[in-house]
């Protein structure tokens, strides 16, 4: 199985540190859980949540490890690299996301992360 349309744009969004385009890929109400936070909703959730540290980032890159696709959910094992200031942060991270086929917009993202480690490696670039 290929990645689906919806999940693969999302992805090269990030990748181009385009938050409104990332965004573009929810589906209106849709969930996106950086988990144990609570979820922001929707396109304009989305972009908000993503816009500070794509802004913030030079690069950013979300390297998969392991995956495991079908039509309507993906598994991604990740390794999310930001370079900002010129230096890499990268921090383990896996995400479980729902795809509407139809709609060709994702419906649910859950990212699992150690916040431990997210806040330890990227506290002091991602701090004004």
């Known amino acids: 199985m290929t990645m689906p349309p919806a999940l693969a744009r999302?992805?090269?969004?990030?990748?181009?540190?385009?938050?409104?385009?990332?965004?573009?890929?929810?589906?209106?109400?849709?969930?996106?859980?950086?988990?144990?936070?609570?979820?922001?909703?929707?396109?304009?959730g989305v972009r908000d949540m993503l816009a500070p540290v794509l802004d913030r980032s030079e690069h950013v890159r979300w390297e998969i490890v392991t995956s495991a696709l079908t039509e309507r959910r993906c598994f991604?094992?990740?390794?999310?690299?930001?370079?900002?200031?010129?230096?890499?942060?990268?921090?383990?991270?896996?995400?479980?996301?729902?795809i509407d086929p139809a709609a060709d917009r994702?419906?649910?993202?859950?990212?699992?992360?150690?916040?431990?480690?997210?806040?330890?490696r990227l506290a002091e670039a991602c701090t004004p």
């Open 76 to 98: 991604l094992e990740r390794v999310d690299r930001f370079v900002i200031d010129g230096r890499e942060y990268a921090v383990a991270c896996t995400a479980v996301v729902e």
């Open 10 to 44: 999302f992805l090269a969004a990030v990748e181009a540190r385009d938050a409104s385009a990332a965004s573009a890929c929810f589906a209106d109400g849709a969930p996106y859980a950086n988990v144990p936070h609570p979820p922001v909703v929707g396109p304009d």
């Open 106 to 120: 994702i419906t649910a993202f859950r990212d699992y992360v150690d916040l431990g480690e997210w806040r330890a």
